[in-house]
């Protein structure tokens, strides 16, 4: 293969990433093939060493997804990480989305849920007060149990938080692990 359609190949990996980045990275691997021909070694014998560009780039949108959930850890960058793992492990596909996809639908589920319990919550809080009761009860303790089931859900919710960047760091862990 030679240098051309190795770059050509790298970059139709890399599509869809920022331009910046695709650029530094195209950078990096003309640097290696510039530093190969001064070294005397034909482009063929270098795209070789180099190994097979579309698992290069796949490898290099899996580092990108790491760096971006290491600098800011939101939603849309731990999506990208999932995504260049997955990328990756197209082999372990099979065995990989078993797990993930219950464990990402059970960790949707918790958050609705929690959600749920914080508007039910919110509801005890103002319409418990002026709720017709055959049993007596004190208004003021409707109230502070309505704010506690807020309380509980916020709790929960942020449990969940911390369970959910742990799976996320495992499923990267695991990436890592395949490159």
Not at 20 to 36: H, L, T, W
Not at 50 to 76: C, F, M, T, Y
Not at 118 to 141: I, R, T
Request: aromatic fraction near 8%; charge should be negative.
């Amino acid at each position: 293969m030679t240098r051309n359609e190795f770059i050509r190949r790298l970059k139709s990996g890399l599509g869809g990433m920022p331009a910046a980045e695709q650029a530094e990275m195209i950078a990096d691997y003309e640097a290696y093939f510039d530093a190969g021909a001064a070294e005397g070694r034909s482009e063929i014998e270098i795209a070789e060493a180099l190994g097979n560009p579309g698992r290069l780039a796949r490898e290099l949108r899996l580092e990108a997804g790491i760096k971006q959930w290491r600098e800011d850890r939101s939603p849309s960058s731990a999506w990208t990480a999932v995504i260049g793992i997955l990328g990756l492990a197209t082999i372990d596909i099979l065995i990989l989305l078993p797990i993930i996809l219950p464990v990402i639908g059970v960790i949707v589920a918790l958050y609705v849920a929690c959600v749920a319990v914080f508007f039910a919550g919110g509801v005890v809080m103002v319409a418990g007060p002026f709720a017709q009761m055959d049993v007596a009860v004190n208004g003021f303790a409707v109230l502070l149990g309505g704010l506690g089931i807020m309380g509980l859900a916020t709790a929960a919710g942020s449990i969940l938080t911390i369970v959910t960047i742990g799976f996320v760091n495992v499923i990267i862990w695991f990436g890592r692990l395949h490159y």
